[in-house]
Nanobody
Framework: QVQLVESGGGLVQPGGSLRLSCAAS????????MGWYRQAPGKQRELVAT???????NYVDSVKGRFTISRDNAKNAIYLQMNSLKPDDTAVYFC??????WGAGRTKRGDHWGQGTQVTVPS
């Protein structure tokens, strides 16, 4: 069983900062790409940022220069430093990871999601 657990969300005033964390745990053999997505009320889930095992990053245009994704491979964890937050950043933020797990004598690769953490930036 593999789990992703996010933390770090909350209420912050415009221009403020938050740092989200996500850690994968369980029977893990390998973690490939990891990323952050978000879903605002009434909108589809959208990509925020991704990071490869080697550290290559990718961001949606709306967060470039304000958000930074980082990764600790030893902890199977990623982080999202969010600066200069805007009301449009209000959403539930989800962690996603491509993980090879193991169990019952076999391995299985699949996409795993965390439960989400709320970020609110009032207007």
């Amino acid at each position: 069983q593999v789990q992703l657990v996010e933390s770090g969300g909350g209420l912050v005033q415009p221009g403020g900062s938050l740092r989200l964390s996500c850690a994968a745990s369980g029977r893990i053999m390998m973690v490939y790409n990891m990323g952050w997505y978000r879903q605002a009320p009434g909108k589809q889930r959208e990509l925020v940022a991704t990071i490869t095992k080697g550290g290559t990053t990718n961001y949606v245009d709306s967060v470039k220069g304000r958000f930074t994704i980082s990764r600790d491979n030893a902890k199977n964890a990623i982080y999202l430093q969010m600066n200069s937050l805007k009301p449009d950043d209000t959403a539930v933020y989800f962690c996603d990871a491509d993980i090879v797990g193991w169990g019952a004598g076999r391995t299985k690769r699949g996409d795993h999601w965390g439960q989400g953490t709320q970020v609110t930036v009032p207007s």
